[in-house]
């Protein structure tokens, strides 16, 4: 059965973030992800983790000046030395965390571009090295223009076409049933296509990415397909709460006692 990982960027904010671990353990979650720690010192997000008794099963590399508009770095010709510094930055938070798997933003882009193409080829392929050296995954996941206008990695066919470019085995696909509705639809399909490659799966209602029991999603089926299918990971809770977190939980509620 299904085991959720809280996403702690969009999840919990009534706490702030160093308190929202524990808001999730007292929830029932065993685990969390969330978008970037990096404006807290790395041991305070290690302890607050392990008081809390959780797992941490994702997080991003830094995107670059997020408050500017950056949203990754990894397909952004010119920028491979901050592409690289950002690894080095991930990997102290990776150790702090006991995090298996980060995710590398490829950043605003055309994708029909050779040159960013080619830039985000030789730096997933950089980043795949170091984290094998240290038993880690390294993770691409498409993105939705409407969510993100102009993202680079913006279908899933392509996606596909760079994991099997590069060929490392500890590259895989971040799974995100929201952006794959959006994009494409064909949820059930797409996993069964891609499932030897999957290396995390998120969740959220579509289209307004509240909790994953509104919307035209029947995530109760998707569940099931990803148990048929052998998906032991974390499904992570990446939605934006409709009316605050804790009311928003009813849904968690009914699947917990079923976790594997």
Known sequence: MPRFAANLSMLFQEWVFLDRFACAADAGFRAVEFLFPYDHPPEAVGKALADAGLEQALFNLPPGDWAAGERGLAALPGRE???????????????ATGVPRLHAMSGLGDPDDPAA???????????????????????????????????????????????????????KLQFDVFHRQILHGDILTGLADSIGRIGHVQIAGVPDRHEPDTGEVRYEVVFEALDRLGYGGWIGCEYAPADGTQAGLGWLRSWLGREG
Request: proline residues 4%.
């Open 81 to 95: 030395a901050d592409f690289r510094d950002a690894l080095d930055r991930a990997l102290v938070y990776a150790e």
């Open 117 to 171: 193409r080619r830039t985000y080829l030789e730096n997933l392929a950089v980043a795949a090295d170091r984290l094998a050296e240290r038993g880690l995954d390294v993770l691409i996941e498409p993105i939705n223009r409407r969510s993100v206008p102009g993202y680079f990695l913006c279908d899933f066919r392509m996606a596909e076409s760079v994991l099997e470019t590069l060929g490392r085995p500890n590259l």
